[in-house]
């Protein structure tokens, strides 16, 4: 916490998961420690003794095990876009607990076993009973260690082949940002087609807001009409606490969708909100196509590509941002006839917002509360395009002359909005994962369909939500990279050698296999949680390797034979490492 303060940071999800995770993170050391004083403690040492012996012993592994856990948090920090920001304080401030904690396992817990600890002669039941356990757990592995280190080249063939499954099992899952959480809220989007009015937006969404009523699961529920344009509407259900309701906000939005598809006149479907703050209204498909023609020629390539992509069950609600077809008046002028009445065009134009648009012109008060007062034509007076012939203005001479008179109302269709991405004339496609799909497995599929369907002059790229997945993918890759990198380079450092950490990171593969294997058997997912729970992964792994390593190198040093004092080395670290482990686990 002081170093959270230090840095600026505050207590939030992410720092509350890092310091859950520090929980079995920062006991690791002060185990190591505690193991390898109790041991010289029960061989017959004074517990003053032991503690300045075995801390002495295993001073420079604790040292390497910290700097290399450390290490590999270091990339993490420095992301970026938005996985970055959210993640730099995770990483920080896991970076600073375990610094902290080898400080701590080298100073206080030395102290603390030297006047605490004791040799006993005698244990409970409990205690012998475990100890016999783990005597007989040690015995088997001493086996085994006996068996792999005569058939090596075995070992190494039996190396490869996890290392090969690892890789196919990265290749077999499926890849997505984050995971959906269940947030207990539903966005509801609907869409009329171009020109309806907010009146029909919002007779659409009272249907929506019937079937809200509708589920047993339902707390409360809105909705909005005409936002962001009149023909869009947005309705919010919210959800009861987890504790009271049996479903899961995905299954009920999975039911919304088939109901939404019975609505008459207009596109709805129900959005699960992103689970990285995102705003709820991006969809996490944005598939953008750009090419210097003519807008009709590009919606018409749009229309090809949402075509074919229809016919790919992991996509749905995809929809385009182009609309060619939106209604519009063109009021065309006879500024002749204008000038014989003594009318101004921006009297005309003034008259038309006025009048159809509403504008204010003055304010009053009453009972200490102040009304704006606007001038506007009835509601039923503006409905039809004729309606705008009947408004009159005022001539040079006093006389008040009718529109009709002076301009023309032609009824025509324009686009909604030209939109531009990287300077180039575009169209973003919007859409939504089929349930048991994910972002990965859909972009693919959007790349190859483009490649076949857009002509060469069509260029692609992503955007919102899409496009933090890529850019995040590609960016945890390279931090995974640049973690190894950097923990080889801090155990080559700290041993002075090359070797040695090649050694000790020739278990890594085996690890990811493990981690990977558990994610698909559970049915998890490539996101950024799990990538970063890989990437920590490589230093808790690590630092078993170099326990065993370190000690390798002290027997060998007091002359013993090189497979003797691997053996040797690899039992005697055997019971910490298994502790290490279950804090680890128990603590996540």
């Not at 999800?13 to 002060?30: H, Q």
């Not at 969708?257 to 019975?262: D, G, H, I, R, V």
């Not at 590509?305 to 209604?327: H, W, Y």
């Not at 020739?506 to 981690?515: F, I, N, R």
């Amino acid at each position: 916490l002081s170093l959270m303060l230090w840095m600026g940071f505050s207590v939030n999800l992410l720092t509350l998961l890092a310091m859950v995770l520090a929980i079995g993170l920062v006991v690791d050391d002060a185990i190591v420690v505690v193991e390898n004083i109790q041991r010289h403690i029960e061989e017959g040492l004074e517990p003053q003794a032991a503690a300045l012996v075995g801390a002495r012993e295993i001073a420079f592994p604790v040292i390497v095990m910290t700097l290399t856990l450390a290490a590999v948090y270091a990339p993490i920090g420095f992301l970026g876009g938005l996985t970055g920001k959210l993640f730099i304080e995770f990483a920080f401030t896991l970076a600073g607990a375990v610094i902290v904690s080898g400080v701590v396992a080298l100073t206080l817990s030395p102290m603390m076993c030297s006047k605490l600890l004791r040799h006993e002669k005698k244990h409970g039941k409990i205690f012998t009973t475990i100890e016999g356990w783990l005597d007989g757990l040690t015995r088997g592995y001493a086996r085994s260690l006996a068996w792999v280190l005569a058939h090596r080249w075995t070992v190494f063939a039996g190396w490869l082949l996890v290392v090969a499954a690892g890789g196919w099992l990265f290749k077999l899952l499926p890849s997505e940002l984050a995971p959906l959480e269940d947030r207990g809220v539903i966005f509801g989007r609907l869409q009329g087609p171009p020109g309806s009015t907010v009146e029909a937006t919002s007779e659409a969404l009272r249907a929506v807001e019937n079937y809200y009523a509708g589920i047993p699961d339902a707390a409360a529920f809105n909705a909005i009409a005409g936002f962001p344009t009149v023909e869009f509407g947005n309705a919010i259900l919210r959800l009861k606490p987890w504790e009271e309701r049996d479903r899961k906000q995905q299954d009920i939005a999975r039911e919304l969708n088939q109901k939404f598809a019975t609505l008459p006149g207009v596109i709805g479907f129900a959005v699960n909100p992103p689970s990285l703050g995102q705003s709820p209204r991006q969809l996490p498909i944005e598939y953008v196509i750009m090419a210097q023609v003519p807008y009709p020629e590009l919606d018409r390539m749009v229309s090809r590509f949402i075509a074919e992509m229809s016919k790919f069950p992991g996509v749905q609600n995809l929809q385009s941002d182009l609309r060619l077809n939106t209604p519009e008046l063109r009021v065309a002028v006879n500024r002749d006839k204008l000038s014989d009445v003594g009318v101004s065009v921006q009297t005309v134009g003034l008259t038309l917002q006025t009048m159809l648009g509403g504008r204010q012109v003055t304010r009053f008060k009453r009972d200490g509360e102040q009304y704006d007062v606007i001038v506007q034509v009835a509601p039923r007076d503006r409905t039809r395009p004729n309606d705008i012939s009947d408004i009159y203005v005022r001539a040079r001479d006093g006389g008040m002359v009718q529109l009709a008179n002076v301009v023309d109302v032609v009824e025509g269709v324009s686009p909604q909005s030209l939109n531009h991405f990287q300077r180039l004339r575009s169209v973003t496609i919007s859409g939504q994962m089929a349930p048991g799909y994910t972002l990965g497995e859909v972009l693919p599929v959007m790349e190859e369909t483009a490649r076949r369907v857009l002509p060469p002059s069509a260029t692609t790229d992503l955007d919102g939500i899409s496009r933090e997945f890529r850019d995040t993918r590609g960016s945890i890759y390279l931090t995974f990279v640049l973690a190894l990198i950097f923990i080889y380079l801090v155990l080559s450092a700290q041993f002075e050698s090359f070797a040695d950490p090649f050694v000790i990171m020739l278990s890594v593969p085996l690890s990811m296999t493990g981690a990977l294997l558990a994610l698909w058997l559970t049915g998890g997912t490539l996101n950024i949680y799990s990538q970063i729970g890989l990437i920590t992964l490589v230093g808790l792994i690590t630092k078993h390797g170099i326990l065993i390593v370190e000690f390798t190198e002290q027997l060998r040093a007091r002359g013993e034979e090189m497979f003797s004092a691997v053996k040797h080395a690899a039992e005697l670290r055997l019971r910490p490492i298994l502790m290490t482990t279950g804090a680890m686990v128990l603590g996540a």
